[in-house]
T-cell receptor, first 113, second 113 residues
Framework: NAGVTQTPKFQVLKTGQSMTLQCAQD?????MYWYRQDPGMGLRLIYY???????DKGEVPNGYNVSRLNKREFSLRLESAAPSQTSVYFC????????????FGPGTRLTVL | KQEVTQIPAALSVPEGENLVLNCSFT??????LQWFRQDPGKGLTSLLL?????REQTSGRLNASLDKSSGRSTLYIAASQPGDSATYLC????????????FGSGTRLSIRP
């Protein structure tokens, strides 16, 4: 039981490049989330998926897109990376929304030059 | 707008002391409150989840209390150990909706041997 896994762990991009962050969970959870964590700003919700087939915007969605590929996988795409997207990205899951405990992945450290 | 505040931002105490971490929120219409631990370079680990109808939750040496009317939660750590050194974050979903999860900036705790 691996919990929540994320790939890659580290990534360096140049401004304008695109990439997709992958997330998978093996706990049969319905809800999945993407957060970014920045010094002095705390954790902020980018997008979430309450259940398979649904996605919705969080607090800071601009510049990102998501895909809930199936119940296990939730990916985050940066179409044209900007230096302001330099951050640590965390994926999380819960059984059913924010009523339940959230389980976090180990994070992806992204630097955009 | 819900705001979550954790004071102090950093705390250093000698091993063996009992200590209290604070979390304040501005809107008492919360569904639950969660406490997390984050080790450097790692993801978040859930410690305790208190439902809005509960006053406290306990897990081992940890005890979390919730006072909705005053907008406050505390995390009590008994007999602190060096392994408790980490950043502790609280998070509040406004209702049973992932779009409204707000995290505090955390308290960085250091336990001196």
């Amino acid at each position: 039981n691996a919990g929540v896994t994320q790939t890659p762990k580290f990534q360096v991009l140049k401004t304008g490049q695109s990439m997709t962050l992958q997330c998978a969970q093996d706990m049969n959870h319905n809800s999945m989330y993407w957060y970014r964590q920045d010094p002095g700003m705390g954790l902020r919700l980018i997008y979430y998926s309450a259940s398979e087939g649904t996605t919705d915007k969080g607090e800071v969605p601009n510049g990102y897109n998501v895909s809930r590929l199936n119940k296990r996988e939730f990916s985050l795409r940066l179409e044209s990376a900007a230096p302001s997207q330099t951050s640590v990205y965390f994926c999380a899951s819960s059984e059913n929304g924010s009523a339940d405990t959230q389980y976090f992945g180990p994070g992806t450290r992204l630097t955009v030059l | 707008k819900q705001e979550v505040t954790q004071i102090p931002a950093a705390l250093s105490v000698p091993e063996g002391e009992n200590l209290v971490l604070n979390c304040s929120f501005t809107d008492s219409a919360i569904y639950n409150l969660q406490w997390f631990r984050q080790d450097p370079g790692k993801g978040l680990t859930s410690l305790l989840l208190i439902q809005s109808s509960q006053r406290e939750q306990t897990s081992g040496r940890l005890n979390a209390s919730l006072d909705k009317s005053s907008g406050r939660s505390t995390l009590y750590i008994a007999a602190s150990q060096p392994g408790d050194s980490a950043t502790y974050l609280c998070a509040v979903p406004r209702y049973s909706s992932a779009s409204k999860i707000i995290f505090g900036s955390g308290t960085r705790l250091s336990i001196r041997p």
